[in-house]
């Protein structure tokens, strides 16, 4: 997905989030509020590897505190339900997955897409992992494809140019940059879709959408967030659609520490 909004440079200070992440720390305000929350780069620090991540405990714990009292709480990622599931065990939350493809709500999944990357062209990518084993191939299904190159990082100008020399002729298939990675993905499938799924549902609808991401892969959902009146915050350095900034994983687990208490003191954090 193309963004068309303005972004939001490096430079801009910190503080700039201060006054508004501070009104949805107040109990009475929490219930005009749906947030989502990206998850690697968000709420885990990104790992060499997708299966090397660390959930600390007390994020299991704020996550739950948070959606028991709003219920309007979704995780929106890159990775499938499945693996969502698996590191957050043993919470089952409103989740999106495969950036958007698939939504998960009251534990029904829906497909937003029926579209899935051409199979000749699935294959050619897959390639790149026997002709460059020091990057890795995510497979997610039949809908995307992560080239991840964070072990070779001088690798990723090359890489880069292989995928855009593979998907030549391919219409409605389109690569997004993230961190030491190039996704590989139908062109209809982006995070925004799932806002905007998720916010036609109650408990989200009525609501006022709070976004938190860290790449841009959550470009998309900024945008939407952003049309819709709300808060959007990007984690970390770099360019974005994004209104507001927080400077790491360590500042959203502050700001969850915070948002906790506002409910009420919660135990088993350490």
């Not at 990675?181 to 982006?190: H, T």
Request: with cysteine; glycine share 8%; charged share 25%.
């Amino acid at each position: 997905m193309k963004m068309q909004c303005s972004t939001f440079s490096e430079d801009d200070p910190l503080s700039r989030a201060g006054k508004e992440i501070h009104l949805i720390n107040k109990v009475d305000l929490l219930d005009r509020h749906a947030l989502f929350f990206d998850f690697d780069g968000t709420l885990v620090e990104l790992g060499m590897h997708p299966d090397q991540i660390k959930v600390p405990p007390r994020r299991i714990v704020q996550l739950r505190h948070v959606f028991e009292k709003i219920r309007s709480m979704a995780i929106v990622s890159g990775r499938s339900l499945d693996e969502l599931d698996h590191f957050l065990r043993p919470l089952v939350l409103p989740t999106a997955g495969v950036h958007g493809a698939e939504i998960r709500f009251n534990n029904r999944v829906k497909l937003l897409t029926s579209n899935t990357l051409p199979k000749p062209l699935a294959e050619a990518v897959l390639r790149l992992g026997c002709e460059h084993p020091d990057i890795y191939l995510e497979k997610k299904g039949e809908r995307a494809i992560a080239v991840h190159y964070r072990q070779a990082p001088e690798k990723g100008l090359l890489i880069r140019e292989l995928i855009d020399q593979l998907i030549q002729g391919y219409s409605g298939v389109e690569v997004i940059p993230g961190k030491y990675v190039f996704e590989v993905i139908p062109a209809d499938i982006f995070k925004g879709n799932a806002v905007r799924a998720f916010m036609q549902m109650p408990p989200f609808r009525e609501r006022s959408p709070v976004y938190f991401g860290d790449d841009a892969t959550d470009e998309s959902a900024f945008e939407v967030v952003n049309e819709m009146g709300g808060m959007s915050f990007k984690i970390g350095s770099g360019s974005t659609c994004a209104k507001y900034r927080l400077a790491s994983v360590t500042h959203v687990d502050q700001w969850l520490e915070i948002l906790c208490a506002s409910i009420n003191p919660i135990r088993g954090v350490d």
